[in-house]
């Protein structure tokens, strides 16, 4: 694949799992120029079709958000909310954590704590780990407002309805559970997990929002509620875009 936005291959280490963003066993993080790539990839279709930011940004499967937050601190500038939602109840906690990275008050709490590690154990990662924690607050401070935030316990796989959670979304992405790390909670067929997820998911997409899956490569990501706008594959990685059809 080649990229078409995120053309640079940067250096991200500033966005590196632990390293100012928050971590915790059995959580995954997620290649942060893919991420890049994929929100500017949704941002062009909605600018294509007139939907101009600010946008509002929802994960149903987040994790530890590291996806989010990474797209938070590389397109604050076009974001008005981000939601963020997982079935497991022990990773929303770190999930907030990370999401509050993107507010001047969360980036100052990091940096005191990274500081108070530099001055107990004097490791040269932990300095590493404070020149980024600088690097990402002054891409905070250039932009012209913070991001609203709200994360909350939810399986999207279940009928429930995400109006009372959520008010709209114009850009959903989120990385399917897969691998031996992460798995759908107590459903055994994908097939219907993914079914269900794109189901609940029109409770809250118009036909103008733009919902990006990423997954393996060999999952079947097809609903007859949805059209396909576009599908790549890079690495064992496949992303499908979909739009609510125009019909409904």
């Known amino acids: 694949m080649n990229y078409r936005y995120a053309i640079e291959n940067k250096n991200y280490e500033d966005y590196s799992s632990g390293r100012v963003f ?7 993080s997620f290649p942060v120029r893919l991420a890049s790539e994929i929100y500017q990839l949704c941002k062009s279709i909605l600018i294509d079709q007139g939907v101009n930011r600010p946008y509002v940004l929802y994960d149903p499967c987040c994790g530890g958000a590291y996806l989010l937050a990474s797209i938070g601190f590389l ?6 909310k981000i939601y963020a939602s997982d079935v497991d109840e022990t990773i929303i906690p770190l999930a907030q954590r990370n999401l509050h990275l993107l507010t001047q008050e969360g980036i100052d709490e990091r940096i005191r704590e990274i500081q108070k590690m530099i001055g107990d154990f004097s490791k040269l990662s932990h300095s590493d780990a404070l020149k980024s924690a600088l690097n990402l607050k002054s891409t905070l ?13 939810s399986d999207v796989t279940k009928n429930r309805n995400l109006n009372d959670c959520i008010d709209g979304a114009n850009i959903i992405i ?21 079914k269900n997820l794109l189901d ?3 409770q809250i997409a118009s036909k103008e929002s ?26 064992k990685r496949q992303i499908t875009i ?7």
């Open 75 to 80: 397109h604050g500038e076009d974001i008005f």
């Open 242 to 248: 979909l739009q609510p059809d125009i019909n409904l």
């Open 22 to 28: 928050y971590s915790q066993k059995g959580t995954t």
């Open 210 to 235: 733009v919902i990006a899956i990423i997954s393996k490569s060999k999952t079947k990501i097809k609903h007859k509620d949805y059209k396909q706008v576009e599908r790549f594959v890079i690495g």
């Open 174 to 194: 989120t990385d399917l559970p897969y691998g031996d790390i992460v798995n759908w909670n107590c459903m055994q067929n994908e097939k219907e997990a993914v």
């Open 200 to 202: 609940n998911l029109l």
């Open 141 to 153: 401070e250039i932009k012209d407002k913070s991001i609203e935030i709200r994360c909350f316990v």
